[in-house]
Each structure stands twice: as structure tokens, then as C-alpha cells.
């Protein structure tokens, strides 16, 4: 029994110092000196990992979420452009569907002013994607919208006559957020490092 376990802690023990020394060879650089001589860099800004960075976008896009609850104005084959804040239609039972009908009473509220926490109601003019598909509720214009939306970006979309107007857009699938803000990253160039 005390040589079994004499061998198991041995084992643990050149597992333990494998994992130390091939982490310290790829995280450690080599590099030569002037004088050619070897000597060590230590990197101090390492990139995350992927997991890592995927788990910080979407805990910015939970952080930034907000309730859009609101009249519809135009239906684009891309989404809704939608008139935020009307916080009366946060009622039961109308909260019970995400598409209620422009024939229920709600008005716009006039004083609200949009909060910083997560889940604050939405206030002005937004545009909202990946909308729930259903085959009975098709939303129209003047229906109204009660849904939680992640932030993806700005989108331009033409209102009266050719005015372009650039709205916030907003998703309702929190993957789709955190894939668009991925995408955004990863084709925006780094910021090159002044050699001197």
C-alpha cells in the first residue's frame, strides 16, 4: 500500500512539473541579446483566450441589454424599426406575448429617461433583429414590441422620403450579439506598436 501510494505521488509529481516547464517554454519567450548571449523576456500583456474573451463579450452584452418595449414603424426584410418606450404595455396581461396589437391602448412615456442598468426600458428610436418567427403573429406597422435586446452596433435605414436615419440596432438572441461584436472585433486591425 505505501509503495502504491509512494508511486501515485510520484507520478502526480512529473505530471505537476511537465505542465509548470511547457507553460513556462510558451509563455516565456527566448530571446538573444546583442552581445548574443541568450536572455528572457517576460511577456506581460498576453492575449486571452478565445473562451475566455467569448465569456468577457457576452457578459458585456448581458450588462447592456435592454428592454425595448415600443410602437413599430416600419417592418424591413432585415427587422423592426421600432419607437421605444412605451412602459405601459409592461402590464400583465399584455406581457405575456413579445408582438401585441396596434388596437390596445399605450402611450409613449415623456419624461423617461433610459437607464444604465441591464434590463433598462429603451427610450427613442431603434432597430430590432432576430425577432421570434411564428407563423401565426406577423408583426405589422403600428403593433408594438415588448422584448429584451442586446446591442450590436448602429443601423441606417431610410424613414420619409430619402432621409437616412442612423439608428441604434439592437438583436433579441443574446448569441447573435455576441457572435456580431466578435465578428466586429476581429476585423477591426490592431493597433500597430511604435518601434523606436
Known amino acids: 500500500m505505501n509503495a502504491r501510494f509512494t508511486a501515485l505521488f510520484m507520478f502526480a509529481t512529473l505530471a505537476v512539473s511537465a505542465q509548470t516547464n511547457m507553460a513556462g517554454q510558451t509563455n516565456v519567450p527566448s530571446v538573444i541579446s546583442a552581445s548574443g548571449t541568450p536572455a528572457i523576456e517576460l511577456q506581460t500583456n498576453q492575449a486571452?483566450?478565445?473562451?475566455g474573451r467569448l465569456q468577457q463579450i457576452r457578459a458585456t452584452c448581458i450588462q447592456d441589454r435592454r428592454y425595448i418595449c415600443g410602437k413599430i414603424l416600419q417592418v424591413l426584410p432585415a427587422g423592426l424599426?421600432?419607437?421605444?418606450?412605451?412602459?405601459?404595455?409592461?402590464?400583465?396581461?399584455?406581457?405575456?406575448?413579445?408582438?401585441?396589437?396596434g388596437?390596445?391602448?399605450?402611450s409613449r412615456a415623456t419624461t423617461l429617461v433610459e437607464g444604465k442598468e441591464p434590463g433598462s426600458v429603451c427610450v427613442g428610436l431603434?432597430?430590432?433583429?432576430?425577432?421570434?418567427?411564428?407563423?401565426?403573429?406577423?408583426p405589422k406597422v403600428y403593433d408594438y414590441v415588448i422584448l429584451e435586446g442586446y446591442p450590436t452596433g448602429q443601423y441606417t435605414y431610410t424613414s420619409v422620403g430619402n432621409v437616412q436615419r442612423i439608428v441604434r440596432k439592437f438583436t433579441a438572441v443574446l448569441e447573435k450579439a455576441v457572435d456580431l461584436k466578435l465578428q466586429t472585433e476581429s476585423s477591426t486591425p490592431a493597433p500597430t506598436?511604435?518601434?523606436?
Open 81 to 101: 424599426v421600432v419607437d421605444s418606450g412605451y412602459t405601459n404595455l409592461l402590464r400583465t396581461p399584455i406581457t405575456r406575448s413579445w408582438l401585441v396589437p
Open 48 to 51: 486571452p483566450s478565445i473562451a
Open 126 to 138: 431603434v432597430f430590432l433583429t432576430d425577432i421570434p418567427k411564428s407563423r401565426r403573429l406577423k
Open 193 to 196: 506598436a511604435e518601434v523606436k
Open 103 to 106: 388596437t390596445v391602448s399605450a
